[in-house]
């Protein structure tokens, strides 16, 4: 079956980076576009960026230019790169696919900007 499983979240300082990583399995991987998704407290899940099979790569206007999406097929894994985080940044991360017209989710990493 398909599952996701994201880890990287953690708690950084107001301008710090880090870097969540979703590990993919039950699916071909190669052949999807992967998304990164966040909930922060009181708010509606919120798209962050997403990636085709080709590799095009699109974001939301909050985190454009801060944040950089990428995957690497052979690991069957997806990334997010986070620099320049700020609180409004803070949330529960989640990697996310669509396959076969049903939606997959992992169980989220907390990320929180605060000093």
């Known amino acids: 079956q398909v599952q996701l499983v994201e880890s990287g979240g953690g708690l950084v300082q107001p301008g710090g980076s880090l870097r969540l990583s979703c590990v993919a399995s039950g699916f071909p991987f190669s052949n999807y576009a992967m998304n990164w998704y966040r909930q922060a407290p009181g708010k509606e899940r919120e798209w962050v960026a997403g990636i085709s099979m080709i590799v095009e790569s699109n974001y939301a206007d909050s985190v454009k230019g801060r944040f950089t999406i990428s995957r690497d097929n052979a690991k069957k894994m997806v990334y997010l790169q986070m620099n320049s985080l700020n609180a409004e940044d803070t949330a529960v991360y989640y990697c996310?696919?669509?396959?076969?017209?049903?939606?997959?989710w992992g169980q989220g990493t907390q990320v929180t900007v605060s000093s």
């Open positions: 996310n696919a669509k396959v076969n017209y049903r939606s997959y």
